[in-house]
Every structure is written in structure tokens, then in C-alpha cells.
């Protein structure tokens, strides 16, 4: 039960970085990469599905269940960062909506899908 709580911090996590009223944000020329909030996307999201795969993996349970709560798990990723693009747009003072950070977030959970997969199915074959 205590390996749920990294994911569920996590989701918290993501959401107080999502529900910041804009005038909290630092400005994007602060650093000296471009598009580095396109970047943020990708990784809160990428570990947003990688740690709630290893919670559902540790559980004893056939692959080809455990393979479809991966899947899940990526779709539920990309829903709740759509989600929080119009909650930022309707709900959140100085935020707006982009296509381009729901982009990044169905790319960092694509991303954490594959890696996760990927270490649980490869680690399983190799023992």
C-alpha cells in the first residue's frame, strides 16, 4: 500500500503546478532554453505514468492485465493534462490554454508508457 503514495503525491504535485495563478510562474526568459515549459510537460508526466505503473506492476497480477493498466494509466495521463489546460483557461487568473503543453504531456506519458513497459517487461524476461 505505501508505494501508492509516491503516485498520489505526484498527482498533487502536478496539479499545484498546473492550478498556479500565471503571475506565480517565472517568466520563460529567465532560461535560456526555448520552450523549457514544453520540456516541464514532458517530464511531470512522463513520472506521473511511470510511477503509477510500478505501483500497479508490483501487484501479483498476469501480464497481459498488467499491460492493459499501463495503456489505461497513459490515457487517464493524457485526459487529466487536457483537463488541466481548460481548468487553467476557465479557472486560473494569467493562465491560458495551449495545444502545444497538451502535446507535451501525451508526449512525456507516451514517453513514461515506453519506459515503463519496457523495464517491467524486459526485467520479467531477464530473471
Aim: glycine letters at 4%; hydrophobic letters at 55%; charged letters at 20%.
Amino acid at each position: 500500500m505505501a508505494k501508492r503514495y509516491p503516485a498520489i503525491l505526484w498527482t498533487i504535485v502536478i496539479f499545484i503546478l498546473l492550478a498556479l495563478p500565471g503571475s506565480m510562474i517565472p517568466s520563460e526568459a529567465n532560461f535560456s532554453i526555448s520552450n523549457f515549459d514544453k520540456y516541464v510537460h514532458i517530464c511531470i508526466f512522463f513520472l506521473f505514468v511511470l510511477l503509477w505503473s510500478f505501483y500497479f506492476a508490483a501487484r501479483r497480477e498476469e501480464d497481459k492485465k498488467i499491460r492493459r493498466r499501463f495503456f489505461l494509466i497513459f490515457i487517464i495521463a493524457c485526459l487529466y493534462g487536457t483537463a488541466m489546460e481548460y481548468v487553467q483557461k476557465y479557472f486560473i487568473p494569467n493562465r491560458d490554454f495551449d495545444l502545444y503543453d497538451i502535446l507535451s504531456d501525451v508526449i512525456g506519458s507516451f514517453a513514461g508508457y515506453i519506459v515503463a513497459s519496457l523495464i517491467f517487461f524486459q526485467t520479467k524476461r531477464t530473471v
